[in-house]
């Protein structure tokens, strides 16, 4: 059986959900919160403390993340342990931002309590949604993702940007239509890929 580990894992990840469609793939859920003891789609959940992943490795075939590196305080120490559980051949899949995308740009700018009040209303997210968590953005670049993953033996084999649906103007119609023709540019031209987003990344560990 092919094994793989999820970082930050709550109830609402659809990473999880797709996972556990697939017989032969058994999915562990790791978090910093207890709501991934809830998530009904993972074969095991744990807790950790954002750090040290609280597994013997080697011991997966993949290692999968959505919108984490950006609030990881110290990223090498993250591909590091990434790469300890991870089996030869084993790869990391992940998604993160693009530290260089405007919304990113602000987002660094601003303090964490404004994040607070303007992010879930932004993306028009219903009333009890989770607060965004502090973020860092200390691995969100093409050059960073590439040189963490090589110091921790990982040999990237797609690095890739791109700019989807700008969720961030769903509350505003003027503001959604602003950010599509943004989309639209940058998707477009490859020369402005430095620009897109989000980054989506896989890197390998060496073996036979």
């Not at 040290?52 to 990881?72: K, Q, T």
């Not at 009890?128 to 973020?135: E, L, N, S, V």
């Not at 110091?151 to 503001?175: D, F, R, W």
């Amino acid at each position: 059986m092919a094994n793989a580990a999820q970082n930050a894992c709550r109830p609402a990840s659809r990473l999880a959900a797709i996972g556990s469609r697939l017989s032969a793939i058994g999915v562990a859920g790791v978090d910093i919160c207890d709501e991934v003891r809830s998530n009904p789609f993972l074969k095991a959940a744990h807790i950790y403390d954002g750090r040290a992943l609280p597994f013997e490795g080697p011991c997966f075939d993949a290692c999968v993340s959505d919108y984490v590196l950006e609030h990881i305080e110290d990223p090498r120490q993250h591909f590091c342990e990434v790469a300890r559980i991870l089996k030869p051949r084993g790869t990391d899949c992940f998604r993160t931002p693009n530290s260089w995308h405007y919304v990113w740009v602000a987002a660094r700018l601003l303090p964490h309590k404004i994040h607070l009040l303007l992010a879930n209303r932004l993306r028009s997210l219903p009333p009890g949604a989770h607060d965004p968590y502090p973020t860092f953005y200390r691995a969100n670049t093409f050059q960073a993702v590439r040189k963490l993953s090589t110091a921790a033996g990982l040999t990237p084999v797609e690095i890739s940007l791109i700019e989807k649906e700008p969720s961030y103007g769903a509350n505003s119609a003027a503001l959604f239509f602003t950010m599509m023709a943004y989309e639209r540019l940058v998707n477009r031209w490859e020369l402005l890929k430095v620009m897109r987003v989000n980054i989506l990344a896989a890197a390998q560990k060496p073996g036979h």
